[in-house]
């Protein structure tokens, strides 16, 4: 069983539309991790958070340590969103990080 | 710009050569990695390395090795004994192990 889930595989919305994307983890953590990938594969990296709420322009993170859950939202998306949002979570005896299989997110115009 | 450059961004091969991925930082980060995307699956951890001179196994090592020499430098070699190279490698680094993590461009392997 991947310790790091994430839900949906794939979303497509309308422009303007508001958009959560969500991950649960069975590992106990200090933080997670959200991630971009555009279609050239280069990777962003959006939030790392260990508890509460972060903002950053038009996306938000949340996280629930005792419920081990994040979520991910985009206020007022665009076609410009579009991309593969990816979860991670530190595990294992060096904490390196665990990977969600990713969310595909499409917004049309 | 500090950052992290993988060269290059597309590399063919024939089967059985071996090939060496580059990837170089300049964050002044301690912990490197190098991952293993292929399609529909996440990330992958194939090799880490903590500190200068020390490197550990990922989950799917086999068939790979790294060095690390140079803090900045952490080359990936993928060798003829890997049955499936063909995929798309992402390095990464952070200050230290578990924090947060910065990612180059990745390079697109093909083995035919």
């Known amino acids: 069983k991947n310790e790091v889930e994430q839900s949906p595989q794939n979303l497509t919305a309308q422009e303007g539309e508001f958009i959560t994307i969500n991950c649960s983890y069975s590992?106990?953590?200090?933080?997670l991790h959200w991630l971009q990938q555009h279609p050239g594969g280069g990777i962003v990296s959006l939030f790392m958070?260990?508890?509460g709420k972060k903002k950053h322009g038009r996306l938000i993170a949340t996280i629930n340590i005792q419920e081990k859950h994040s979520s991910l939202h985009i206020t007022a998306s665009h076609p410009r969103d579009s991309a593969v949002y990816i979860c991670a979570a530190p595990s294992g005896s060096a904490r390196q990080l665990t990977f969600g299989s990713g969310t595909q997110l499409t917004v049309l115009p | 710009d500090g950052g992290i450059t993988q060269s290059p961004k597309y590399l063919f091969r024939k089967e059985g050569q071996n090939v060496t991925l580059s990837c170089e930082q300049n964050l002044n980060h301690d912990a490197m990695y190098w991952y293993r995307q292929d399609p529909g699956q996440g990330l992958r951890l194939i090799y880490y390395s903590q500190i200068v001179n020390d490197f550990q196994k990922g989950d799917i090592a086999e068939g790979y090795s790294v060095s690390r020499e140079k803090k900045e430098s952490f080359p990936l070699t993928v060798t003829s004994a890997q049955k499936n190279p063909t995929a798309f490698y992402l390095c990464?680094?952070?200050?230290?192990?578990?924090?947060?993590?910065?990612f180059g461009q990745g390079t697109r392997l093909t083995v035919v």
């Open positions: 990464a680094s952070s200050e230290q192990v578990g924090t947060e993590a910065f």
């Open positions: 590992v106990g953590i200090s933080a």
């Open positions: 958070l260990s508890s």
